[in-house]
């Protein structure tokens, strides 16, 4: 009991007001649900269905059920039974569930009292009321009418009025949705054209009875004044109308008993009671009308067949408005369905721009929309091929500043020892660089200091020196003594010369190799000489041997054949490589190495094993530059084992082996020779580095293999055996590399 007023104390004051205006207004909204509006016989407005409405679309679910329960209440008082209570709950409840769909109020009512609301009703009316079936078909429009239009009435009240993010308080909507006021636009005018057409008539019904009343006495007085003698007939008509009325001829003292037969509880401008309650239904259907009194008789008339004529009648008349009203709703369904569409279109083709991605040719349903998309279609298109066309030249200089080693340039100062300027690169964009050139070039670059366009060719400090690049620039300005644009481009000089050394080394090793070279020339012409000599003889003899002659001129073909093969061989290793890259049998380039080198290494007494391992597939690889390597190690592993001999060990051996894993092919030239000198064992591949004596080697060829190698991008290593004599190059080339066939 304490804890509470601390409790309301820390309330904030504004938020008490708040709280206290809410539940007033919620007092107010039960007050005035408790009241009955009858706007014409029959017809009437309860605000109930207004109130949880709008209290369920501001503040939730939970409210809108307790608004709901709370200004349906009255109603067990007027009917004496809760079934508008059920009905209320389960009509938030399905305004709840259509709530994500985006459905209006009126929509959703519509159908839910059309379903629900009908079965309700008829069960009620005709089992619990017996009412006739026109009277409760004109009970169920006049609930549906008024309770679509006080719907539609919500929704025009919470798209205008909307709840304020942050506390209880209410605001005027900034922005409306088009579909939700469409929905409840259309929907109010057709419901209230319907129900102005319901009051219409009711009120016409109303005054149309009353003037029955004054006929059916008309009719009596002249039935009685044409046949006094006669008894009244049990029926009689009114004009205007097809029905029979039926009548009755009762004493007057037993008047009620009389009502009874004619299944009337009161009697109008009689003395039975009953309130003379004109704008009800049950006034009508259950009143007798005093048609004449003659003495001690009263003649008692009952409208109830013209009052149910008029019903039909009204309901006829109503029909097709409400069918109307069904149409418009199933049709603004429909309309909901294609803007949906439509915005679900709008939302890809906003994704798809934002991602970079061309949106699909999808038609919307409406042609406002197809011109607006093919708009942004075509804008997108335009973009993307715009970005596409901006990436490719992207692309372009990013591999032309790799091939060529280009640097584009803004903002170039020439400093006394460096390059000052912003690099600019696709990728990351503009980066300050300084780059140091050689010192030798200073007075060259110095010198064009000023000038508006230059180009002038230089050296970089370091390591780099032996390169040279070419530097363009133009748009001098002489505030700043700044190049507004340039570029820096590497020249392919070291690779001429590069290139050059290689064909070099190969004449080099053909030199080396003259001896062996003339051994295996002279076998071929040695038999060439002697197959000639003898098949000159025996065309001599008589008769001529012109068999075994011709025998002996075919071994002289093949033997030129096999002289023309080495000539060829040793042609194709001679001719300078221009570095470019085939598809390439690696195991054959081995085997065609092997066997140029063969007469060497026969010559020397050496056996050469080739493993060739698992089946490989072509690789981009320069051939030339391949078979030098394999021939350069051959060479190399056939000195060590001669030098092994002359060291009195055995030796004489090479093996090559061939592997393949899934990301790279390894080939081992494996020897038995000296190994590696200490000397040489961390830096065997530098230039001019050698354990030959001098005139057998220049230092070069290991230092041409690993350039090769770099080039492709492989590895190559060359180490002593660890469990023998010897020494092991081993060579590594990239399955995955982007040169390789697919």
């Not at 003659?294 to 408005?321: K, Y």
């Not at 066309?389 to 080693?405: F, G, Y």
């Amino acid at each position: 009991m304490i804890a509470l007023p601390r409790a309301i104390a820390l309330i904030p004051p504004a938020r008490i007001a708040a709280i206290a205006l809410w539940l007033v207004a919620l007092t107010g909204a039960v007050w005035l649900s408790s009241g009955r509006f009858v706007v014409a016989p029959g017809f009437e407005f309860y605000l109930g269905p207004l109130f949880y409405l709008v209290a369920y679309r501001w503040f939730g679910l939970r409210w809108g059920l307790v608004t709901a329960v709370l200004t349906m209440a009255p109603s067990i008082l007027w009917w004496g039974h809760g079934y508008s209570i059920l009905l209320a709950v389960g009509h938030v409840l399905a305004v709840a569930w259509s709530r994500p769909r985006q459905i209006s109020f009126s929509t959703v009512t519509l159908f839910y009292q059309l379903s629900f609301g009908t079965l309700v009703a008829v069960l009620l009316f005709r089992f619990s009321y017996n009412s006739p079936m026109e009277v409760t078909a004109l009970l169920l429009l006049r609930k549906i009418l008024c309770e679509v239009t006080l719907a539609g009435i919500a929704d025009i009240v919470t798209l205008l009025i909307v709840r304020r993010a942050a506390g209880l308080g209410l605001e005027r909507a900034r922005t409306l949705s088009l579909q939700l006021s469409l929905n409840a636009v259309v929907s109010l005018a057709v419901s209230g054209a319907a129900t102005l057409f319901l009051i219409g008539n009711l009120t016409n019904v109303r005054d149309r009875l009353t003037i029955v009343e004054d006929q059916i006495q008309t009719v009596v007085a002249d039935t009685r004044a044409s046949a006094p003698a006669a008894p009244l007939p049990p029926h009689i008509r009114v004009a205007g109308s097809a029905v029979e009325l039926p009548l009755i001829v009762v004493p007057t003292r037993d008047i009620a008993a009389g009502a009874k037969q004619l299944g009337c509880t009161r009697t109008d401008r009689g003395d039975q009671g009953g309130p003379d309650d004109r704008n009800t239904f049950t006034y009508w259907l259950r009143v007798c009308v005093v048609a004449g009194r003659d003495g001690e008789r009263t003649v008692l008339v009952s409208p109830r067949p013209l009052v149910l004529e008029s019903f039909g009648e009204i309901f006829t008349g109503l029909s097709p408005l409400m069918a109307y009203l069904v149409l418009v709703e199933l049709a603004l369904f429909g309309f909901r369905r294609a803007l949906g569409r439509s915005m679900r279109l709008w939302d890809s083709a906003v994704h798809s721009f934002a991602a970079r991605q061309r949106f699909p040719r999808d038609e919307a349903p409406f042609i406002e929309s197809n011109a607006v998309l093919n708009m942004l279609r075509q804008a997108t298109d335009d973009y993307l091929d715009a970005d596409e066309e901006r990436e490719r030249l992207a692309r372009t200089v990013d591999e032309l500043r790799t091939a060529i080693d280009l640097r584009l340039l803004s903002g170039l100062r020439i400093e006394d020892d460096a390059l000052r300027f912003l690099e600019l690169t696709p990728g990351a964009g503009a980066c300050q660089r300084v780059v140091p050139f050689n010192p030798a070039d200073r007075s060259t670059l110095i010198s064009l200091r000023g000038t508006n366009d230059i180009m002038a060719e230089l050296r970089l400090a370091g390591s780099d020196s032996q390169h040279w690049f070419l530097l363009l620039a133009h748009d001098y300005d002489a505030d700043t003594h700044e190049w507004r644009f340039g570029c820096l481009v590497r020249l392919r000089a070291a690779q001429a010369m590069q290139t050059k050394m290689l064909h070099n080394a190969r004449l080099i090793e053909l030199g080396g190799m003259a001896s062996a070279l003339s051994h295996e020339l002279r076998q071929p012409l040695f038999t060439i000489s002697l197959a000639a000599e003898n098949g000159a003889t025996m065309l001599q003899r008589d008769p001529p041997a012109c068999d075994r002659a011709g025998e002996k001129f075919t071994r002289i073909l093949e033997q030129v054949a096999r002289a023309s093969a080495i000539i060829e061989r040793t042609s194709a290793y001679a001719r300078e490589e221009r570095g470019d890259r085939e598809p390439t049998d690696l195991v054959q380039a081995i085997h065609d190495a092997a066997r140029f080198m063969r007469p060497v290494l026969q010559n020397r007494g050496i056996d050469l094993t080739i493993v060739p391992g698992p089946q490989i597939e072509p690789i981009m690889l320069p051939r030339i530059g391949i078979e030098q390597i394999i021939v350069n190690a051959l060479q190399n592993a056939a000195d060590a084992i001669e030098q092994a001999r002359a060291e009195q060990l055995t030796a004489g051996a090479i093996r090559i082996d061939i592997t393949k894993t899934a990301h790279h092919v390894a080939v081992a030239i494996r020897d038995d020779g000296t190994g590696l000198v200490d000397d040489l064992a961390d830096s065997p591949f530098d230039a001019f580095s050698t354990s030959k004596p001098s005139g057998k080697g220049t230092g070069l060829g290991l230092f041409i293999c690993r350039q090769i190698v770099d080039e492709i991008g492989g590895t190559i290593t060359l180490a002593n055996n660890d469990d023998a004599v010897g020494a092991t190059l081993t060579l590594t080339f990239p399955l995955s590399h982007p040169w390789r066939l697919t």
